[in-house]
């Protein structure tokens, strides 16, 4: 290995990677496909992928932001394969499901308007707000919350998003808009609740 | 007038993608007389905000979720075998 051009960060042994990194690798392929054979795959394949791409390591990030970003490569790959298998099904019903909310006989009102959030922004510098944000996203359907994670964890441009999920885009603002609703009553249920005024 | 239905719908698009001139003028003129939508914009950005946070800085999911041993085993045995090519 040339040891002496690499002035910034160095690799650990790879024979560690797997004990320092292989959790945290899995947890984040898990939270965002939340199928566990799944990702205990894409570990695998990432860490395969690091040993040969070891050599243009260029010691510009941290050995594990390098890790995660083979691994976001390997998940989208991932997600384009398993959506050609099995279309996506949860789409059907969330029009519906979206129309339920509001009042089709009072001018199309929320029935349950939303309540003002006072101070979100405290939140984010609190552990246990943390916890439930993440409860929230877990307890989204698969693929709305595979399309969360794409568009808004991921950065993927809607274009982008839409070839990897394989629908349309009017498709995927639905199940964004849909997402996002279920995100709000969740973190209103249980973390705006006692705030709301 | 737009009805809350659509415009929490292109308030929650604007996120996506850029509206029309038209499109965000319903939307504005709706949020002037309507409470529910203006808490619903807010929680909206406040969304924004926390994703954004959440992506950038990974804080630890539940730390419970881990591999299992025999996963760790069974990938370990492959990187095994990789590793003897090019090591």
């Known amino acids: 290995m040339n040891e002496s051009s690499t002035p910034h960060r160095q690799l650990s042994d790879p024979e560690t990677w797997l004990a320092q990194h292989g959790d945290a690798l899995y947890r984040y392929a898990y939270f965002r496909l939340r199928d566990r054979a799944q990702a205990e795959d894409l570990v695998q394949e990432t860490l395969i992928a690091a040993l040969q791409a070891r050599q243009g390591f260029a010691g510009r990030s941290s050995e594990r932001t390098w890790l995660i970003g083979i691994l976001k490569n390997k998940l989208v790959d991932y997600l384009r394969k398993s959506v050609r298998e099995r279309p996506l099904a949860e789409l059907a019903g969330t029009e519906s499901e979206i129309d339920a909310l509001f009042d089709a006989n009072d001018d199309d009102h929320w029935k349950k308007p939303p309540a003002d959030w006072a101070n979100p922004t405290q939140a984010l510098e609190q552990k246990q707000f943390w916890k439930i944000f993440i409860e929230c996203i877990e307890a989204l359907p698969v693929r709305q919350a595979q399309a969360f994670s794409l568009c808004e964890l991921e950065g993927l441009e809607g274009e982008e998003a839409c070839k990897v999920l394989g629908i349309a885009t009017t498709n995927l603002w639905v199940m964004m808009h849909r997402a996002r609703l279920r995100l709000r009553e969740c973190l209103e249920a249980h973390w705006f609740g006692q705030g709301a005024r | ?87």
Request: proline content about 2%; overall charge positive.
């Open chain 2, 1 to 87: 007038m737009l009805t809350c239905k659509q415009t929490a719908r292109l308030v929650s698009m604007s996120y996506d993608k850029r509206l029309s001139w038209r499109e965000r003028l319903g939307v504005r003129l709706h949020l002037l007389a309507c409470d529910a939508c203006r808490n619903f914009t807010r929680q909206m950005r406040f969304l924004r905000e926390a994703t954004q946070r959440f992506a950038r800085e990974q804080p630890e999911t539940d730390n419970r979720v881990r591999l299992a041993p025999e996963a760790i085993e069974r990938i370990a045995r492959v990187l095994e075998r990789h590793g003897q090519g090019t090591g």
